[in-house]
């Protein structure tokens, strides 16, 4: 059974920082594509960060030079961190592990992320 679980999420001020989590189980974690999306009321789930299994990395640009991409493949796990925050990052987050040719998506239940003073 595939598991994606997420921490992590929770009320932050603008400007501070945030590290989410999600950890893997169930998946040949370390030749898996990975990758965090977000989800805010009223608004379609965009892409925001995605990792390879080799370790490259792709942004949106809205979090560019904001927020980092990484992965333990010792532990399963693929992290997001997030600095320097704005009202505008508030959403759910997701993680998702990415299809390939022979396996399918599969999708974390999100985390909360609300940034507000």
């Known amino acids: 059974q595939v598991q994606l679980v997420e921490s992590g999420g929770g009320l932050v001020q603008p400007g501070g920082s945030l590290r989410l989590s999600c950890a893997a189980s169930g998946i040949i974690f370390g030749i898996a594509a990975m990758a965090w999306h977000r989800q805010a009321p009223g608004k379609q789930r965009e892409l925001v960060a995605l990792i390879t299994s080799g370790g490259a990395t792709n942004y949106a640009d809205a979090v560019k030079g904001r927020f980092t991409i990484s992965r333990d493949n010792a532990k399963n796990t693929v992290y997001l961190q997030m600095n320097n925050l704005k009202p505008e990052d508030t959403a759910a987050y997701y993680c998702?592990?990415?299809?390939?040719?022979?396996?399918?998506?599969?999708w974390g239940q999100g985390t909360q992320v609300t940034v507000s003073s």
């Open positions: 998702h592990k990415i299809r390939t040719g022979v396996t399918p998506d599969y």
